[in-house]
DNA sequence: ATACTAAGTAGTAATTTAATACTAACTTAA
DNA sequence: TTAAGTTAGTATTAAATTACTACTTAGTAT
Protein backbone atom coordinates (compact mmCIF):
# COMPACT_ATOMS: atom_id res chain seq x y z
CA UNK A 1 0.00 0.00 0.00
CA UNK A 2 0.98 3.42 -1.17
CA UNK A 3 1.13 6.69 1.10
CA UNK A 4 -1.45 7.56 -0.72
CA UNK A 5 -3.81 4.93 -0.84
CA UNK A 6 -3.15 4.71 3.04
CA UNK A 7 -4.66 8.29 3.42
CA UNK A 8 -7.41 8.10 0.78
CA UNK A 9 -8.64 5.15 3.24
CA UNK A 10 -7.90 6.28 6.17
CA UNK A 11 -11.43 7.15 7.74
CA UNK A 12 -10.46 9.53 10.76
CA UNK A 13 -14.50 9.22 12.13
CA UNK A 14 -14.06 6.11 12.81
CA UNK A 15 -13.54 6.38 16.35
CA UNK A 16 -15.24 8.86 19.12
CA UNK A 17 -13.55 11.93 19.79
CA UNK A 18 -13.60 14.45 22.52
CA UNK A 19 -13.74 18.49 21.79
CA UNK A 20 -11.03 20.42 22.24
CA UNK A 21 -11.42 24.05 23.93
CA UNK A 22 -8.97 26.79 24.33
CA UNK A 23 -9.57 29.15 28.32
CA UNK A 24 -7.46 31.82 28.43
CA UNK A 25 -6.13 33.22 32.46
CA UNK A 26 -6.01 36.97 31.14
CA UNK A 27 -3.57 38.82 33.72
CA UNK A 28 -2.78 41.84 34.80
CA UNK A 29 -1.83 43.89 37.64
CA UNK A 30 -3.99 46.57 38.96
CA UNK A 31 -4.34 48.15 42.71
CA UNK A 32 -1.08 46.11 43.42
CA UNK A 33 -2.67 42.83 42.79
CA UNK A 34 -2.57 40.27 40.72
CA UNK A 35 -6.06 40.18 38.52
CA UNK A 36 -7.41 37.85 35.85
CA UNK A 37 -10.46 38.55 34.02
CA UNK A 38 -13.88 36.75 34.24
CA UNK A 39 -16.92 36.32 32.56
CA UNK A 40 -20.26 35.25 34.15
CA UNK A 41 -21.65 32.73 32.54
CA UNK A 42 -25.09 32.54 30.77
CA UNK A 43 -25.86 29.91 29.99
CA UNK A 44 -25.67 26.03 31.14
CA UNK A 45 -24.06 24.67 32.70
CA UNK A 46 -22.52 26.39 35.81
CA UNK A 47 -24.95 29.33 34.36
CA UNK A 48 -24.14 32.30 36.52
CA UNK A 49 -20.75 31.39 37.82
CA UNK A 50 -17.56 33.27 36.74
CA UNK A 51 -15.36 31.27 34.39
CA UNK A 52 -12.67 32.19 32.11
CA UNK A 53 -12.99 33.21 28.55
CA UNK A 54 -13.21 30.03 26.52
CA UNK A 55 -13.77 29.05 22.63
CA UNK A 56 -13.80 25.58 21.40
CA UNK A 57 -10.72 24.96 17.79
CA UNK A 58 -11.97 25.37 14.84
CA UNK A 59 -10.64 22.85 12.40
CA UNK A 60 -8.34 25.61 11.03
CA UNK A 61 -6.49 27.34 13.56
CA UNK A 62 -3.60 26.51 15.28
CA UNK A 63 -4.19 26.05 18.97
CA UNK A 64 -1.64 29.35 19.39
CA UNK A 65 -4.47 31.19 16.76
CA UNK A 66 -7.36 30.05 18.37
CA UNK A 67 -5.82 31.25 21.36
CA UNK A 68 -5.35 34.67 20.14
CA UNK A 69 -8.42 34.86 18.59
CA UNK A 70 -10.28 34.30 21.28
CA UNK A 71 -8.45 36.78 23.48
CA UNK A 72 -9.32 39.19 20.41
CA UNK A 73 -12.91 38.27 20.33
CA UNK A 74 -13.04 38.74 24.58
CA UNK A 75 -11.08 41.72 25.00
CA UNK A 76 -10.06 43.43 21.52
CA UNK A 77 -6.34 42.96 22.61
CA UNK A 78 -3.52 42.06 20.41
CA UNK A 79 0.09 41.02 20.21
CA UNK A 80 0.36 40.69 23.93
CA UNK A 81 2.54 37.97 25.62
CA UNK A 82 0.63 34.95 25.47
CA UNK A 83 1.73 31.67 26.54
CA UNK A 84 0.25 27.66 26.48
CA UNK A 85 0.15 26.86 30.44
CA UNK A 86 -1.36 23.10 30.55
CA UNK A 87 -3.79 21.15 28.98
CA UNK A 88 -6.91 19.32 31.37
CA UNK A 89 -8.33 16.14 30.52
CA UNK A 90 -10.56 15.38 33.47
CA UNK A 91 -13.32 13.07 32.00
CA UNK A 92 -16.30 14.88 33.86
CA UNK A 93 -14.72 18.64 33.77
CA UNK A 94 -17.63 19.84 31.93
CA UNK A 95 -20.91 18.03 32.17
CA UNK A 96 -21.97 18.29 28.22
CA UNK A 97 -19.16 16.00 26.54
CA UNK A 98 -15.71 15.34 27.08
CA UNK A 99 -14.23 18.50 26.48
CA UNK A 100 -9.92 18.36 27.02
CA UNK A 101 -8.83 22.30 27.25
CA UNK A 102 -5.97 23.76 26.21
CA UNK A 103 -5.09 26.46 28.58
CA UNK A 104 -3.48 29.72 27.90
CA UNK A 105 -2.22 32.76 30.15
CA UNK A 106 -1.69 36.24 28.67
CA UNK A 107 -0.02 38.94 30.31
CA UNK A 108 -0.98 42.86 29.69
CA UNK A 109 -0.01 45.64 31.21
CA UNK A 110 -3.12 47.22 33.49
CA UNK A 111 -3.07 50.85 31.43
CA UNK A 112 -3.62 48.70 27.81
CA UNK A 113 -6.97 47.38 28.81
CA UNK A 114 -9.70 49.06 27.33
CA UNK A 115 -12.95 46.87 27.65
CA UNK A 116 -14.85 48.53 25.45
CA UNK A 117 -19.47 48.08 25.58
CA UNK A 118 -20.01 44.80 24.50
CA UNK A 119 -17.14 42.96 26.67
CA UNK A 120 -18.48 45.05 29.94
CA UNK A 121 -19.42 41.64 31.32
CA UNK A 122 -15.74 40.40 31.23
CA UNK A 123 -13.64 42.10 34.23
CA UNK A 124 -10.92 41.78 36.37
CA UNK A 125 -11.02 39.78 39.75
CA UNK A 126 -8.42 39.75 42.20
CA UNK A 127 -6.87 36.43 42.18
CA UNK A 128 -6.76 36.13 46.55
CA UNK A 129 -10.44 37.00 46.18
CA UNK A 130 -11.56 34.42 43.93
CA UNK A 131 -13.66 31.93 45.52
CA UNK A 132 -15.35 29.16 43.36
CA UNK A 133 -15.38 29.32 39.68
CA UNK A 134 -17.16 27.16 36.79
CA UNK A 135 -15.37 24.04 35.61
CA UNK A 136 -11.67 23.58 36.51
CA UNK A 137 -10.85 27.16 35.93
CA UNK A 138 -9.79 27.66 39.58
CA UNK A 139 -6.80 25.23 38.75
CA UNK A 140 -5.50 26.92 35.50
CA UNK A 141 -5.49 30.53 37.44
CA UNK A 142 -3.63 28.64 39.90
CA UNK A 143 -1.15 26.76 37.94
CA UNK A 144 -0.83 30.37 35.44
CA UNK A 145 -0.50 32.25 38.89
CA UNK A 146 2.61 29.34 39.47
CA UNK A 147 3.90 29.12 36.23
CA UNK A 148 4.73 32.89 35.98
CA UNK A 149 6.06 32.74 39.65
CA UNK A 150 8.76 30.53 37.85
CA UNK A 151 9.35 31.89 34.91
CA UNK A 152 10.03 35.67 36.44
CA UNK A 153 13.12 34.54 37.27
CA UNK A 154 14.69 33.44 34.25
CA UNK A 155 12.79 35.42 31.43
CA UNK A 156 11.74 38.50 30.75
CA UNK A 157 7.41 38.16 31.15
CA UNK A 158 7.42 40.81 34.04
CA UNK A 159 7.92 43.59 31.91
CA UNK A 160 4.78 42.30 29.98
CA UNK A 161 2.64 43.70 32.64
CA UNK A 162 4.30 46.84 32.77
CA UNK A 163 3.92 50.22 29.98
CA UNK A 164 6.48 50.47 27.27
CA UNK A 165 7.53 53.52 29.48
CA UNK A 166 7.61 52.82 33.32
CA UNK A 167 9.83 53.82 36.49
CA UNK A 168 11.95 51.14 38.53
CA UNK A 169 9.80 51.17 41.67
CA UNK A 170 6.62 50.62 39.44
CA UNK A 171 8.70 47.40 37.83
CA UNK A 172 9.78 46.45 41.30
CA UNK A 173 6.43 46.48 42.64
CA UNK A 174 5.60 43.74 39.55
CA UNK A 175 7.96 41.45 40.95
CA UNK A 176 7.25 42.04 44.76
CA UNK A 177 3.59 41.50 43.87
CA UNK A 178 4.44 37.91 41.72
CA UNK A 179 6.85 36.98 43.61
CA UNK A 180 4.99 37.65 47.34
CA UNK A 181 7.81 38.68 49.26
CA UNK A 182 9.50 41.97 49.20
CA UNK A 183 13.09 42.78 47.29
CA UNK A 184 16.14 44.80 47.84
CA UNK A 185 15.90 48.02 46.22
CA UNK A 186 19.44 48.21 45.28
CA UNK A 187 20.15 44.67 44.70
CA UNK A 188 16.98 44.63 42.42
CA UNK A 189 18.34 47.36 40.28
CA UNK A 190 21.90 45.83 40.25
CA UNK A 191 20.08 42.53 38.55
CA UNK A 192 17.84 44.20 36.03
CA UNK A 193 20.07 46.92 34.92
CA UNK A 194 21.52 45.02 31.47
CA UNK A 195 17.65 45.07 30.96
CA UNK A 196 16.85 48.26 30.81
CA UNK A 197 17.70 51.76 29.31
CA UNK A 198 16.89 55.11 31.03
CA UNK A 199 15.21 57.91 29.49
CA UNK A 200 15.23 61.67 30.14
CA UNK A 201 12.12 61.75 31.69
CA UNK A 202 10.61 61.54 35.02
CA UNK A 203 7.63 61.25 36.88
CA UNK A 204 6.66 63.65 38.95
CA UNK A 205 3.91 64.47 40.04
CA UNK A 206 3.54 62.80 44.09
CA UNK A 207 4.48 64.40 46.69
CA UNK A 208 8.09 63.04 46.97
CA UNK A 209 11.21 62.71 44.66
CA UNK A 210 10.55 61.95 41.15
CA UNK A 211 11.71 58.57 39.69
CA UNK A 212 12.95 58.04 36.25
CA UNK A 213 11.56 56.58 33.36
CA UNK A 214 12.76 53.56 31.88
CA UNK A 215 11.91 51.43 28.79
CA UNK A 216 12.85 47.87 28.36
CA UNK A 217 16.11 47.20 26.31
CA UNK B 1 -34.52 26.06 30.46
CA UNK B 2 -33.04 24.16 33.08
CA UNK B 3 -30.24 22.69 32.87
CA UNK B 4 -31.26 19.00 32.39
CA UNK B 5 -33.38 19.66 29.69
CA UNK B 6 -30.26 22.04 28.15
CA UNK B 7 -28.18 18.91 28.73
CA UNK B 8 -30.37 16.46 27.11
CA UNK B 9 -31.21 19.26 23.59
CA UNK B 10 -26.81 19.29 23.72
CA UNK B 11 -25.53 17.54 20.58
CA UNK B 12 -21.65 17.53 20.66
CA UNK B 13 -21.80 16.51 17.45
CA UNK B 14 -23.13 19.08 15.61
CA UNK B 15 -19.18 20.17 15.54
CA UNK B 16 -16.37 18.85 13.74
CA UNK B 17 -13.55 18.08 15.79
CA UNK B 18 -9.87 17.03 16.03
CA UNK B 19 -8.36 13.94 17.27
CA UNK B 20 -6.39 14.05 19.98
CA UNK B 21 -3.46 11.96 20.82
CA UNK B 22 -0.97 11.50 23.31
CA UNK B 23 2.80 11.56 22.71
CA UNK B 24 5.50 9.93 25.08
CA UNK B 25 9.15 11.32 25.22
CA UNK B 26 10.42 8.59 27.53
CA UNK B 27 14.26 9.98 29.09
CA UNK B 28 17.14 8.08 30.68
CA UNK B 29 20.91 8.68 30.77
CA UNK B 30 22.94 5.90 29.46
CA UNK B 31 26.41 5.94 28.39
CA UNK B 32 27.03 9.42 29.90
CA UNK B 33 24.61 10.93 27.19
CA UNK B 34 20.76 11.66 27.77
CA UNK B 35 18.69 9.55 25.64
CA UNK B 36 14.99 9.25 24.10
CA UNK B 37 12.73 6.08 23.12
CA UNK B 38 12.20 5.72 19.38
CA UNK B 39 10.47 3.20 17.91
CA UNK B 40 10.55 2.76 13.61
CA UNK B 41 7.11 3.18 12.12
CA UNK B 42 5.89 0.76 10.05
CA UNK B 43 2.93 1.92 8.57
CA UNK B 44 2.05 5.12 7.08
CA UNK B 45 2.60 8.69 7.33
CA UNK B 46 6.17 8.67 8.41
CA UNK B 47 6.62 4.77 7.29
CA UNK B 48 10.05 3.50 8.35
CA UNK B 49 11.16 6.88 10.15
CA UNK B 50 11.65 6.88 13.97
CA UNK B 51 8.92 8.58 16.06
CA UNK B 52 8.33 8.77 19.64
CA UNK B 53 5.43 6.38 20.88
CA UNK B 54 1.91 7.62 20.36
CA UNK B 55 -1.34 6.63 21.28
CA UNK B 56 -4.91 8.02 20.73
CA UNK B 57 -6.52 9.15 23.88
CA UNK B 58 -9.81 7.40 24.86
CA UNK B 59 -13.11 8.57 25.52
CA UNK B 60 -13.12 6.77 29.16
CA UNK B 61 -9.41 8.18 30.25
CA UNK B 62 -7.82 11.31 31.61
CA UNK B 63 -4.72 12.13 29.73
CA UNK B 64 -2.64 11.41 32.56
CA UNK B 65 -4.00 8.35 32.43
CA UNK B 66 -3.68 7.66 28.80
CA UNK B 67 -0.03 8.66 29.06
CA UNK B 68 0.51 5.75 31.77
CA UNK B 69 -1.24 3.21 29.39
CA UNK B 70 0.38 4.04 26.53
CA UNK B 71 4.13 3.56 28.52
CA UNK B 72 2.94 0.71 30.05
CA UNK B 73 2.01 -0.94 26.67
CA UNK B 74 5.49 0.24 25.06
CA UNK B 75 7.71 -0.29 27.64
CA UNK B 76 6.10 -2.46 30.49
CA UNK B 77 7.50 0.83 32.77
CA UNK B 78 5.04 1.95 35.53
CA UNK B 79 5.31 4.23 38.29
CA UNK B 80 7.94 6.35 36.49
CA UNK B 81 8.15 9.95 36.66
CA UNK B 82 5.56 11.55 33.92
CA UNK B 83 4.61 14.87 33.48
CA UNK B 84 2.75 16.97 30.27
CA UNK B 85 4.95 18.84 28.35
CA UNK B 86 3.36 20.50 26.19
CA UNK B 87 0.29 20.46 23.53
CA UNK B 88 0.94 20.52 20.11
CA UNK B 89 -2.12 21.91 17.48
CA UNK B 90 -0.83 22.67 14.10
CA UNK B 91 -2.80 21.86 11.51
CA UNK B 92 -0.93 19.69 9.32
CA UNK B 93 1.45 17.96 12.02
CA UNK B 94 -0.42 14.96 10.44
CA UNK B 95 -1.39 14.38 6.76
CA UNK B 96 -3.99 12.05 7.72
CA UNK B 97 -6.14 14.38 9.27
CA UNK B 98 -6.21 17.02 12.33
CA UNK B 99 -4.41 15.72 15.35
CA UNK B 100 -3.58 17.74 18.24
CA UNK B 101 -1.18 15.93 20.35
CA UNK B 102 -0.16 16.11 24.18
CA UNK B 103 3.14 15.12 24.87
CA UNK B 104 4.35 14.27 27.98
CA UNK B 105 7.74 13.43 29.12
CA UNK B 106 9.09 10.33 31.47
CA UNK B 107 12.40 9.51 33.16
CA UNK B 108 13.49 6.58 33.91
CA UNK B 109 16.83 5.70 35.56
CA UNK B 110 18.98 3.12 33.24
CA UNK B 111 19.06 0.41 35.22
CA UNK B 112 15.11 0.22 35.48
CA UNK B 113 14.79 -0.58 31.76
CA UNK B 114 14.31 -4.05 30.48
CA UNK B 115 12.45 -4.05 27.01
CA UNK B 116 10.67 -7.14 26.68
CA UNK B 117 10.77 -9.17 23.24
CA UNK B 118 7.76 -7.45 22.32
CA UNK B 119 9.22 -4.29 22.89
CA UNK B 120 12.28 -5.05 20.62
CA UNK B 121 12.11 -2.41 17.66
CA UNK B 122 11.87 0.61 20.27
CA UNK B 123 15.15 1.71 21.38
CA UNK B 124 16.77 4.68 22.99
CA UNK B 125 18.52 6.67 21.02
CA UNK B 126 21.41 9.76 22.50
CA UNK B 127 19.02 12.81 21.88
CA UNK B 128 22.40 14.57 20.55
CA UNK B 129 22.41 11.95 17.53
CA UNK B 130 19.27 12.14 17.06
CA UNK B 131 18.36 13.55 12.86
CA UNK B 132 15.22 13.58 11.07
CA UNK B 133 12.10 12.27 12.85
CA UNK B 134 8.42 11.65 12.10
CA UNK B 135 5.74 14.33 12.84
CA UNK B 136 7.08 17.22 14.55
CA UNK B 137 8.58 14.50 17.25
CA UNK B 138 12.20 16.58 17.37
CA UNK B 139 10.35 19.72 18.46
CA UNK B 140 8.65 17.59 21.84
CA UNK B 141 12.39 16.15 22.30
CA UNK B 142 14.43 19.51 22.34
CA UNK B 143 10.98 21.19 24.37
CA UNK B 144 10.99 17.95 26.86
CA UNK B 145 14.76 18.28 26.86
CA UNK B 146 14.28 22.21 27.99
CA UNK B 147 11.96 21.58 30.43
CA UNK B 148 14.06 19.18 32.33
CA UNK B 149 16.92 21.31 32.39
CA UNK B 150 14.88 23.94 33.85
CA UNK B 151 13.32 21.86 36.47
CA UNK B 152 16.48 20.08 37.72
CA UNK B 153 17.62 23.54 39.20
CA UNK B 154 14.27 23.80 41.64
CA UNK B 155 12.79 20.16 41.63
CA UNK B 156 13.83 16.69 42.74
CA UNK B 157 13.29 15.02 39.13
CA UNK B 158 17.47 14.58 38.62
CA UNK B 159 16.69 11.52 41.32
CA UNK B 160 13.92 9.95 38.85
CA UNK B 161 17.27 9.11 36.74
CA UNK B 162 18.91 6.71 38.98
CA UNK B 163 18.36 4.07 40.89
CA UNK B 164 17.04 3.97 44.31
CA UNK B 165 20.67 3.41 45.46
CA UNK B 166 23.29 5.64 44.06
CA UNK B 167 26.50 7.30 44.77
CA UNK B 168 27.04 11.46 44.64
CA UNK B 169 30.09 10.99 41.50
CA UNK B 170 26.87 8.98 39.80
CA UNK B 171 24.18 11.50 40.75
CA UNK B 172 26.38 14.75 39.61
CA UNK B 173 26.44 12.94 36.65
CA UNK B 174 23.31 13.65 35.88
CA UNK B 175 23.39 17.06 36.88
CA UNK B 176 26.27 17.91 34.51
CA UNK B 177 24.66 16.16 31.04
CA UNK B 178 21.49 17.77 31.72
CA UNK B 179 22.86 20.97 32.61
CA UNK B 180 25.54 20.11 29.67
CA UNK B 181 28.16 22.30 32.25
CA UNK B 182 31.02 20.77 34.92
CA UNK B 183 29.94 21.36 38.82
CA UNK B 184 32.33 21.83 41.55
CA UNK B 185 32.33 18.38 43.46
CA UNK B 186 32.28 20.40 46.67
CA UNK B 187 29.46 22.91 45.78
CA UNK B 188 27.18 20.06 44.75
CA UNK B 189 27.27 18.30 47.50
CA UNK B 190 26.46 21.04 50.22
CA UNK B 191 23.80 21.55 47.54
CA UNK B 192 22.27 18.16 47.95
CA UNK B 193 23.02 17.41 51.34
CA UNK B 194 19.73 17.60 52.64
CA UNK B 195 17.94 15.97 49.84
CA UNK B 196 20.18 12.59 50.34
CA UNK B 197 21.68 10.01 53.26
CA UNK B 198 24.55 8.15 53.46
CA UNK B 199 24.57 4.25 53.51
CA UNK B 200 26.79 1.69 54.66
CA UNK B 201 27.25 0.34 51.73
CA UNK B 202 30.61 1.47 49.38
CA UNK B 203 30.54 1.04 45.32
CA UNK B 204 34.26 -0.49 44.88
CA UNK B 205 35.45 -2.33 42.08
CA UNK B 206 36.81 0.13 40.04
CA UNK B 207 40.88 1.47 40.08
CA UNK B 208 40.36 4.01 42.87
CA UNK B 209 38.86 5.09 46.31
CA UNK B 210 35.57 3.37 46.73
CA UNK B 211 32.62 5.95 46.74
CA UNK B 212 29.45 5.52 49.40
CA UNK B 213 26.45 4.55 48.23
CA UNK B 214 23.20 6.91 49.40
CA UNK B 215 19.31 7.24 49.01
CA UNK B 216 17.33 9.48 48.65
CA UNK B 217 15.73 10.89 51.86
C1' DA C 1 56.34 -0.82 48.14
C1' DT C 2 55.14 2.64 44.50
C1' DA C 3 52.44 4.65 41.14
C1' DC C 4 47.94 5.68 39.42
C1' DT C 5 43.18 7.10 39.89
C1' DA C 6 39.06 8.91 41.36
C1' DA C 7 36.57 9.86 46.10
C1' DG C 8 36.07 12.94 49.36
C1' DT C 9 37.39 17.17 52.22
C1' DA C 10 39.44 21.80 53.21
C1' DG C 11 40.11 26.25 52.34
C1' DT C 12 39.94 30.59 50.02
C1' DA C 13 38.74 34.10 46.39
C1' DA C 14 35.06 36.08 43.86
C1' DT C 15 30.45 37.09 43.36
C1' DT C 16 25.73 37.51 44.83
C1' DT C 17 22.21 38.38 48.19
C1' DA C 18 20.70 40.39 52.72
C1' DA C 19 20.43 44.24 55.37
C1' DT C 20 21.03 48.97 57.00
C1' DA C 21 21.84 53.63 56.39
C1' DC C 22 22.47 57.43 54.11
C1' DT C 23 21.65 61.50 50.63
C1' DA C 24 18.43 63.56 47.00
C1' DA C 25 14.36 65.72 45.34
C1' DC C 26 9.89 66.53 45.42
C1' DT C 27 5.12 68.20 48.16
C1' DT C 28 2.74 70.09 51.99
C1' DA C 29 1.88 72.73 55.86
C1' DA C 30 3.50 75.67 59.56
C1' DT D 1 10.76 80.20 53.44
C1' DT D 2 11.52 76.76 56.24
C1' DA D 3 10.80 72.33 58.28
C1' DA D 4 8.56 67.90 58.02
C1' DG D 5 7.11 64.09 55.42
C1' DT D 6 7.80 60.88 51.78
C1' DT D 7 9.76 58.05 48.42
C1' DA D 8 13.88 57.81 44.90
C1' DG D 9 18.15 56.47 44.52
C1' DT D 10 23.07 55.32 46.16
C1' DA D 11 26.63 53.55 49.40
C1' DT D 12 28.31 50.35 52.46
C1' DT D 13 28.90 46.19 54.83
C1' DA D 14 27.73 41.41 56.43
C1' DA D 15 26.33 36.94 55.24
C1' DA D 16 25.81 33.40 52.06
C1' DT D 17 26.70 31.16 47.83
C1' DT D 18 29.50 29.96 43.94
C1' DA D 19 34.07 29.48 41.67
C1' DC D 20 38.31 27.46 42.00
C1' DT D 21 42.60 25.11 43.83
C1' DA D 22 44.71 21.82 46.42
C1' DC D 23 45.08 18.43 49.47
C1' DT D 24 44.20 13.74 51.84
C1' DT D 25 42.14 9.05 51.34
C1' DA D 26 41.42 4.41 49.81
C1' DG D 27 41.06 1.57 46.53
C1' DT D 28 43.58 -1.08 42.04
C1' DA D 29 47.68 -2.22 39.05
C1' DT D 30 52.57 -3.15 38.50
Known amino acids: MTEQEFLKNYNSSDYEKPSVAVDIALFTIRDNQLQVLLKKRNTHPFVNMLALPATFVGMDETLDECAQRALYQKTGLQNIYL ?14 MRIISVSYYALVPDSQIQLSESEQEAKFYPVD ?46 YEILLNQKLY ?24 RPSRIYKKK
Open 83 to 96: EQLYTWGEIDRDPR
Open 129 to 174: EIKTLAFDHEKIIAYGRERIRNKINYTDIAFSLVPEEFTLPQLQKI
Open 185 to 208: KANFRKKIADKIQPTEKMLSGNKH
